[in-house]
Every structure is written in structure tokens, then in C-alpha cells.
């Protein structure tokens, strides 16, 4: 138990235009997914928290009106990058917890976005 | 500023080695604290969690120890596989900031044949 998919696993766009990005739980209800961002050799850095059907709370130096995030049910989040460019080309990582238990935070795979 | 910090950066072990990886903490108190093993191009996958009254925790070849007075965590890998190739993070969980999780920068492990 316990799976989180992400769409698409990987993207490449031209600059200016809009990407977004799925996450799922599959097999468990999330109340609240995370995204984070990761660059090459670096470790994950978070971007976002959202609970179902609240507004995001991101993290200081994350603009909001880039990266919006939608939590419109239990079980899908989905990140939109506004206008990307090649600056925003990363590796996009949704992670959900799992009301009760350890808080355990479980990852989905990822999505490598390319912005030419 | 709460961190965790990794050591070694890198390494390169011989395929049926075993290796030790550590792991340095300020996160204080904390919910748990977590190993996970990422592969490149893949989301993290957990290998163990342990809470503060925790010392040890095993997943097959993987133990992960946890010295909560001196604030270390180490995973010790046994008879290591090709497969074990990855970059593993060490991740604490901030009781004070709501379980908001401080990554680790990783080790980058690779096994040669």
C-alpha cells in the first residue's frame, strides 16, 4: 500500500508556456500533499504544502502565482508552472502523508521538466 | 537553523562490501527520523524510520542506528549489491514546525563489480 503516481514522468516545453503536473495517491487518501523541487546532486527542497480543499502554503522564495497548486480531492494534487522557463527545468517530487501513523511522508516518482 | 548534515558526500565501494553512511542532526525535538534510498531519476524510497525511542531499525541488508543524545543516525549496508547504486537521504522530521522534514544533502554510493 501506500503508492503515489505522478504525471507526466517527464516533459520538456518551450518557454512561456504552462506545465502541469499530477499527483496522486493511489491506494490511500492524502490530507495533505507536499511538492518539492530538485536540482542535480542536490537534495529535495520543498516548495509547497497542501491540504484538500485549502489554499497552499508555500515556502519563503516560492512564487505562488508560478507554481500554482490545486488540492481539489483526497487523493489528487497537481502543480502548474506559469510561464516556464529554462530556469524552472528540475526534478518535481509530490509526496503524501497519510492521516494517523508515523506522519509518514511517502514519494511519488518524479517529473523531469525540460524547458527549451 | 536546523540541518542534517551527511557524511561521506560520495563512495565507491566493491560489490559484496559493507559500508557504514553517517548522518548529523540539530533538529530538536523531533517526530522521527528517516532513511531513504534514491535512485537517479526516481522519487525517494523509504528504507527505515525510527522514532526517538528507537536505536536501531533493519530492512533486509539495511540497518539504521540512532543515537538520540548525540544526535547521529547511521546506516550500515551489508553485502552490498550492484542494485544499492543510489544517493541515500537522511531526513528528520521537526516536531516544533509541525513535522515539517529537513533533508539531508545525501551520499552518493556506488558499487562496482
Known amino acids: 500500500g501506500a503508492v503515489v503516481s505522478q504525471h507526466p514522468s517527464r516533459v520538456i516545453c518551450k518557454s512561456g508556456t504552462s506545465v502541469k503536473i499530477e499527483c496522486r495517491s493511489l491506494d490511500f487518501q492524502a490530507t495533505t500533499m507536499f511538492w518539492y523541487r530538485q536540482f542535480p546532486k542536490q537534495s529535495l527542497m520543498l516548495m509547497a504544502t497542501?491540504?484538500?480543499?485549502?489554499?497552499?502554503?508555500?515556502e519563503q522564495g516560492v512564487e505562488k502565482d508560478k507554481f500554482l497548486i490545486n488540492h481539489a480531492s483526497l487523493t489528487l494534487s497537481t502543480l502548474t508552472v506559469t510561464s516556464a522557463h529554462p530556469e524552472d527545468s528540475s526534478f518535481y517530487i509530490c509526496s503524501a502523508s497519510r492521516p494517523g501513523g508515523r506522519d509518514e511522508q511517502f514519494f511519488g516518482p518524479g517529473t523531469r521538466l525540460t524547458v527549451l | 537553523k536546523n540541518q542534517v548534515e551527511q557524511s561521506p558526500q560520495s563512495l565507491i565501494i566493491l560489490e559484496g562490501k559493507n559500508c557504514t553512511l553517517q548522518c548529523n542532526y540539530t533538529v530538536s525535538p523531533f517526530s522521527n527520523l528517516r532513511w531513504y534510498k534514491q535512485d537517479t531519476g526516481r522519487g525517494p524510497v523509504s528504507l527505515t524510520i525510527m522514532t526517538f525511542s528507537e536505536n536501531t531499525k533493519s530492512n533486509g541488508r539495511y540497518t539504521a542506528t540512532l543515537d538520540a543524545d548525540t544526535k547521529q543516525s547511521s546506516l550500515h549496508i551489508t553485502a552490498s549489491q550492484l542494485s544499492d547504486s543510489a544517493s541515500y537521504i537522511c531526513v528528520v522530521s521537526d516536531k516544533a514546525a509541525g513535522n515539517k522534514l529537513t533533508f539531508g544533502g545525501g551520499t552518493r554510493v556506488l558499487v562496482k563489480p
Open positions: 497542501s491540504n484538500e480543499g485549502s489554499k497552499a502554503t508555500y
